[in-house]
């Protein structure tokens, strides 16, 4: 059942996400009509990134370990970017993983990045929604293996937050949770202080505001940070729990990292709408997972 949870979470994840590149790489023209009548193209392969990439290796250890090692994730991550490399990944997933894979311990290519600073981006979050459906009904080890997950590629404490964070807020919901505020609240309860539980605390004040409002107030992932992207993902997933469509056309609205921000949302909104939830042609048009 816990391996269920986790791979409906992928499908989640996966899909949006491939939503999210389709729309990311469509052309501002191409998006201002898909936007406008909330129609995608048919019979599309739509390309996942390293948001469903680097998931994948996460569903993998959880299935393999009973939760999450970081060794062997970090080796996963690495083998997994080393066999496709052009899937997105960002400037210091690049050297991080290449780093892995020539053999540096994950523990030291993660925090000698940005100046010895380590990555507060937005990578620990794309890809730890199925942490949160596999540990559903018990909060401390989503925590507990959120932060694991994030540490081979981030050093940094607002990173790591931003892995809890995605995850809290999935496992809140595959555990039930309907209530937009009561999902924002436990989120902000859980994850580490800092920018991204910062953001996560002002979005509720602005559950009725619409996404583009949000957006100007939290980011939108343009930045390619935590805190620049997980509050308003997590915000569009609890204003839309029962819309997964809606939820990703609220996403692509706002721009910036579209796939990335989707991906977060998909990967929460699912546990709330099952498989049956998402658009049967949009889960047709995806790039099979491996």
Same mark, same amino acid.
């Given at each position: 059942?816990?391996?269920e949870?986790a791979?409906?979470?992928?499908?989640?994840?996966?899909?949006?996400?491939?939503?999210?590149?389709?729309q990311?790489?469509s052309? +501002? %023209?191409? /998006?201002?009509l %898909?936007l406008?009548?909330r129609?995608m193209?048919r019979g599309?392969?739509?390309?996942?990134?390293?948001d469903?990439a680097?998931?994948?290796?996460?569903?993998?250890?959880?299935?393999l370990h009973d939760?999450?090692?970081p060794?062997?994730l970090?080796?996963?991550? &690495?083998?997994?970017?080393i066999?496709?490399p052009a899937?997105?990944y960002g400037?210091g997933?690049?050297?991080?993983?290449a780093?892995?894979a020539?053999?540096?311990?994950?523990?030291?290519?993660?925090a000698?990045?940005?100046?010895?600073q380590?990555?507060?981006g937005n990578?620990?979050g794309?890809r730890?929604?199925?942490?949160? &459906?596999y540990?559903?009904?018990d909060l401390a080890a989503v925590?507990?293996?959120? %932060?694991r997950?994030a &540490?081979?590629?981030?050093?940094?404490a607002d990173?790591? @937050?931003g892995a809890?964070?995605?995850?809290?807020a999935a496992?809140?919901?595959f555990?039930?949770?309907?209530?937009p505020?009561g999902?924002?609240?436990?989120?902000?309860?859980h994850?580490?202080r800092?920018?991204?539980?910062?953001?996560?605390r002002?979005?509720?004040?602005?559950? /009725? &505001?619409e996404?583009?409002?949000?957006a100007?107030?939290?980011?939108?992932?343009?930045r390619?940070l935590?805190?620049?992207?997980? +509050?308003?993902?997590?915000?569009?997933? #609890?204003?839309n729990?029962a819309?997964? @469509?809606g939820?990703?056309?609220?996403?692509?609205s706002?721009?910036?990292?579209?796939?990335?921000?989707c991906a977060m949302a998909g990967?929460?909104?699912?546990?709330a709408?099952?498989l049956?939830g998402i658009p049967?042609?949009?889960h %047709? #048009?995806?790039?099979?997972?491996p």
């Amino acid at each position: 059942m816990k391996l269920e949870r986790a791979r409906l979470a992928l499908e989640g994840l996966s899909v949006a996400d491939a939503f999210g590149e389709q729309q990311l790489h469509s052309g +501002p %023209a191409t /998006r201002e009509l %898909a936007l406008g009548t909330r129609t995608m193209p048919r019979g599309t392969n739509w390309k996942w990134s390293d948001d469903t990439a680097m998931a994948v290796s996460i569903v993998e250890t959880l299935a393999l370990h009973d939760g999450i090692d970081p060794q062997e994730l970090a080796t996963r991550f &690495a083998r997994r970017y080393i066999a496709q490399p052009a899937r997105g990944y960002g400037r210091g997933a690049h050297t991080v993983l290449a780093e892995i894979a020539q053999g540096t311990p994950h523990e030291i290519a993660a925090a000698q990045i940005f100046h010895g600073q380590g990555s507060c981006g937005n990578g620990g979050g794309m890809r730890s929604a199925p942490i949160g &459906a596999y540990f559903c009904d018990d909060l401390a080890a989503v925590v507990e293996h959120a %932060a694991r997950s994030a &540490a081979p590629t981030h050093a940094h404490a607002d990173g790591i @937050a931003g892995a809890i964070a995605i995850a809290v807020a999935a496992a809140r919901v595959f555990a039930g949770e309907r209530d937009p505020r009561g999902l924002l609240e436990a989120v902000v309860k859980h994850t580490p202080r800092g920018p991204t539980c910062d953001g996560v605390r002002r979005s509720i004040a602005m559950l /009725r &505001a619409e996404p583009i409002t949000v957006a100007a107030e939290l980011g939108n992932g343009s930045r390619v940070l935590a805190s620049d992207t997980i +509050p308003f993902a997590i915000w569009c997933a #609890a204003t839309n729990l029962a819309d997964y @469509a809606g939820a990703l056309w609220a996403c692509a609205s706002v721009g910036g990292d579209i796939d990335t921000t989707c991906a977060m949302a998909g990967g929460i909104i699912v546990g709330a709408v099952g498989l049956k939830g998402i658009p049967a042609e949009w889960h %047709a #048009a995806r790039e099979p997972l491996p």
